[in-house]
């Protein structure tokens, strides 16, 4: 049965309007969820890519803490809080599903960069990504992703992405 559901739904993404070809730019917003007991940061950043006809694209993003995140931890002297942002730069390959409502699915390259009150660290790394989007109009979409940043980072955002 799993098999019959996934054939329907392959065959599904490959049926409907055809995929939209050239560039696009867009804003992105979403939680950063870590693994970290206390507060996420929330991101914010912008995108731009290029679709061609098949589906297949290419797509980079930035995005950086708007809120930074904080946790708490005890030490020897007693509680203390601490905050801490995260910013990444990504290169992605996109797959894009044909019709107005669409899956999408991304694979790449991500540089992540974390910012501990005034002490930093980065890492490099393969990111993965998943979502669904729907087009508003011939020239603007809607888009909700889940990307693994790494293995206890991921974000959960939303975009809206401009063609021309």
């Not at 950043?45 to 946790?71: C, D, H, I, K, M």
């Amino acid at each position: 049965m799993k098999q019959v559901l996934a054939a329907l739904a392959l065959l599904g993404c490959a049926m409907g309007a055809q995929a939209t070809e050239g560039s696009y730019f867009g804003a992105v917003a979403g939680l950063m969820a870590t693994d970290i007991d206390g507060d996420s940061p929330f991101n914010a950043g912008a995108r731009l890519g290029y679709n061609w006809p098949s589906g297949w694209g290419v797509e980079g993003e930035f995005t950086t803490s708007l809120s930074e995140g904080s946790y708490d931890f005890d030490a020897y002297y007693g509680s203390e809080t601490v905050n801490y942002s995260i910013s990444t730069m990504a290169l992605y390959g996109t797959y894009r599903s044909q019709g107005d409502v669409y899956f999408k699915g991304r694979l790449g390259f991500l540089n992540e960069s974390v910012d501990v009150e005034g002490y930093s660290a980065s890492d490099s790394g393969l990111s993965v990504g998943l979502g669904a989007g729907f087009n508003i109009s011939e020239a603007l979409n809607f888009e909700a992703e889940y990307t693994l940043v790494e293995e206890d980072v991921n974000l959960w955002s939303g975009s809206l992405v401009f063609r021309f």
